[in-house]
């Protein structure tokens, strides 16, 4: 799944873009797919099976969450959309990362590291870090950690102050990592990972303007 910067940078885009669409509900929406906690077990909850509506081909099913949510009468239509760009996200995300898997340092990588997907995702979380620490204006910093509650109001089965938990869990997480911005970034670089997000953009904007 795409990164929570990733996703924030994609949510920004439109919020700078379209005056409606900026609002916390939007942009808390964006992140509000990887809302489930690990217990004691490690078992997530809820499970990304109903959180990122995943169909048997572990694919999120971003057109069945539109056709079941997206209502532009729904006054929770700016939460709704930020969750299906969300799902749209991570699905390009899978397309980018099994193309990633067929290059020779992450064939390497799997045969050599029994732990090279957490190796593999420090490359992909300190270019989160990296962009946060070369963009301190961003609507991480002036916006989304600065949220201190968005009820639940959107999901029967989640419970009321998942998202605001949510929001605090990623915040604390960047505020308390830091990256040199000198290190070789082995499996992710820069280029790739703007280049996901524009890339991504316009696949969603496209999408939006049909809506």
Request: proline share 3%; with cysteine.
């Amino acid at each position: 799944m795409a990164t929570w910067i990733a996703h924030l940078r994609i949510a920004e885009y439109f919020m700078n873009k379209y005056p409606n669409l900026n609002c916390d509900e939007f942009l808390v929406g964006n992140i509000a797919p990887d809302c489930g906690v690990f217990d004691e077990n490690g078992i997530l909850t809820p499970s990304k099976k109903i959180t990122h509506c995943l169909t048997e081909q572990i694919i999120m099913d971003a057109e069945g969450f539109r056709a079941k949510h997206l209502s532009k009468d729904d006054n929770r239509y700016c939460f709704y959309l930020g969750y299906y760009f969300h799902l749209i996200t991570d699905n390009e995300w899978m397309t980018l990362y099994r193309k990633k898997k067929e290059e020779p340092q992450y064939v390497e990588g799997f045969e050599k590291y029994p732990n090279f997907t957490s190796i593999m995702k420090e490359d992909w979380y300190g270019q989160d870090q990296l962009y946060l620490l070369r963009n301190p204006n961003c609507v991480f910093f002036t916006k989304f950690a600065k949220i201190d509650n968005i009820s639940n109001q959107y999901f029967s089965e989640f419970n009321e102050n998942i998202f605001t938990n949510k929001v605090k869990e990623i915040t604390e997480y960047y505020q308390n990592n830091q990256v040199d911005e000198h290190r070789v970034f082995k499996y992710l670089s820069q280029e790739e990972m703007d280049s996901f997000v524009e890339k991504t953009v316009v696949l969603i904007e496209e999408t939006y303007l049909d809506m």
